[in-house]
Nanobody
Framework: QVQLVESGGGLVQAGGSLRLSCAAS????????MGWYRQAPGMQRELVAS???????TYGDSVKGRFTISRDYAGGPVYLQMNSLKPEDTAVYYC?????????????WGQGTQVTISS
Protein backbone atom coordinates (compact mmCIF):
# COMPACT_ATOMS: atom_id res chain seq x y z
CA GLN A 1 0.00 0.00 0.00
CA VAL A 2 1.31 3.42 -0.91
CA GLN A 3 2.09 5.77 1.94
CA LEU A 4 2.81 9.45 1.71
CA VAL A 5 5.47 10.59 4.14
CA GLU A 6 5.50 14.25 5.16
CA SER A 7 8.15 16.21 6.97
CA GLY A 8 9.04 19.78 7.82
CA GLY A 9 6.32 20.92 10.17
CA GLY A 10 7.05 22.67 13.44
CA LEU A 11 6.70 25.79 15.53
CA VAL A 12 7.86 29.15 14.22
CA GLN A 13 7.17 32.79 15.02
CA ALA A 14 4.96 34.93 12.85
CA GLY A 15 6.86 36.20 9.84
CA GLY A 16 9.03 33.11 9.68
CA SER A 17 9.28 30.36 7.10
CA LEU A 18 8.87 26.60 6.90
CA ARG A 19 9.28 24.10 4.09
CA LEU A 20 7.15 20.98 3.97
CA SER A 21 8.13 17.90 1.98
CA CYS A 22 6.13 14.87 0.90
CA ALA A 23 7.20 11.71 -0.88
CA ALA A 24 5.46 8.45 -1.74
CA SER A 25 6.75 5.19 -0.30
CA UNK A 26 6.62 3.66 -3.78
CA UNK A 27 5.73 4.69 -7.31
CA UNK A 28 2.16 5.65 -8.12
CA UNK A 29 0.93 5.04 -11.62
CA UNK A 30 -0.11 8.22 -13.42
CA UNK A 31 -0.07 10.96 -10.82
CA UNK A 32 -2.46 13.62 -12.07
CA UNK A 33 -1.95 16.15 -9.31
CA MET A 34 -0.20 16.67 -6.01
CA GLY A 35 -1.26 19.09 -3.37
CA TRP A 36 -1.30 20.33 0.17
CA TYR A 37 -4.38 20.76 2.31
CA ARG A 38 -4.73 22.00 5.86
CA GLN A 39 -7.19 21.64 8.67
CA ALA A 40 -7.38 23.87 11.71
CA PRO A 41 -9.32 22.84 14.83
CA GLY A 42 -13.05 23.07 14.25
CA MET A 43 -12.58 23.92 10.59
CA GLN A 44 -13.02 22.00 7.35
CA ARG A 45 -10.02 20.79 5.44
CA GLU A 46 -9.09 23.33 2.80
CA LEU A 47 -6.85 23.42 -0.24
CA VAL A 48 -3.59 25.25 0.29
CA ALA A 49 -1.90 24.58 -3.03
CA SER A 50 -1.84 22.04 -5.81
CA UNK A 51 0.22 21.26 -8.89
CA UNK A 52 -0.93 19.21 -11.86
CA UNK A 53 1.09 16.74 -13.90
CA UNK A 54 1.51 19.51 -16.46
CA UNK A 55 2.90 21.90 -13.87
CA UNK A 56 -0.10 24.18 -13.44
CA UNK A 57 -0.48 25.49 -9.90
CA THR A 58 -3.44 26.59 -7.83
CA TYR A 59 -3.33 28.39 -4.48
CA GLY A 60 -5.87 29.15 -1.80
CA ASP A 61 -6.65 32.85 -1.61
CA SER A 62 -5.21 33.20 1.89
CA VAL A 63 -1.76 31.94 0.89
CA LYS A 64 -1.26 33.52 -2.53
CA GLY A 65 2.01 35.38 -2.72
CA ARG A 66 3.35 33.73 0.45
CA PHE A 67 3.39 30.00 -0.29
CA THR A 68 4.95 28.17 -3.22
CA ILE A 69 4.35 24.58 -4.27
CA SER A 70 7.02 22.78 -6.25
CA ARG A 71 8.17 19.30 -7.11
CA ASP A 72 11.29 17.48 -8.23
CA TYR A 73 9.55 15.22 -10.74
CA ALA A 74 6.00 14.53 -11.92
CA GLY A 75 5.93 11.66 -9.43
CA GLY A 76 7.17 13.74 -6.54
CA PRO A 77 8.51 14.60 -4.04
CA VAL A 78 6.35 17.69 -3.62
CA TYR A 79 7.26 20.68 -1.49
CA LEU A 80 5.48 23.61 0.08
CA GLN A 81 7.60 26.65 0.84
CA MET A 82 5.76 28.81 3.33
CA ASN A 83 6.96 32.37 3.91
CA SER A 84 5.61 35.29 5.90
CA LEU A 85 3.74 32.88 8.12
CA LYS A 86 0.81 34.12 10.16
CA PRO A 87 -0.86 32.69 13.28
CA GLU A 88 -3.89 31.87 11.14
CA ASP A 89 -1.72 29.47 9.14
CA THR A 90 -1.64 27.21 12.19
CA ALA A 91 -3.12 23.84 11.20
CA VAL A 92 -2.34 20.25 10.41
CA TYR A 93 -1.05 20.12 6.85
CA TYR A 94 -1.80 17.08 4.71
CA CYS A 95 -0.12 15.99 1.51
CA UNK A 96 -2.30 14.56 -1.26
CA UNK A 97 -1.48 12.69 -4.46
CA UNK A 98 -4.22 11.95 -6.97
CA UNK A 99 -3.48 9.17 -9.41
CA UNK A 100 -5.00 6.80 -11.92
CA UNK A 101 -7.43 7.25 -14.78
CA UNK A 102 -10.72 9.16 -14.57
CA UNK A 103 -13.34 8.34 -13.42
CA UNK A 104 -11.51 5.89 -11.17
CA UNK A 105 -8.85 8.16 -9.73
CA UNK A 106 -7.48 7.40 -6.29
CA UNK A 107 -6.51 9.85 -3.57
CA UNK A 108 -3.54 9.17 -1.34
CA TRP A 109 -3.07 11.13 1.88
CA GLY A 110 -0.22 11.70 4.24
CA GLN A 111 -0.59 11.38 7.98
CA GLY A 112 -0.43 15.13 8.49
CA THR A 113 2.21 17.39 9.94
CA GLN A 114 1.52 20.08 12.53
CA VAL A 115 2.39 23.66 11.71
CA THR A 116 2.11 26.13 14.58
CA ILE A 117 2.74 29.84 14.19
CA SER A 118 3.18 31.91 17.33
CA SER A 119 2.34 35.60 17.43
Amino acid sequence: QVQLVESGGGLVQAGGSLRLSCAASRSIVRINAMGWYRQAPGMQRELVASITSGGSTTYGDSVKGRFTISRDYAGGPVYLQMNSLKPEDTAVYYCNFRGGWAPHESDYWGQGTQVTISS
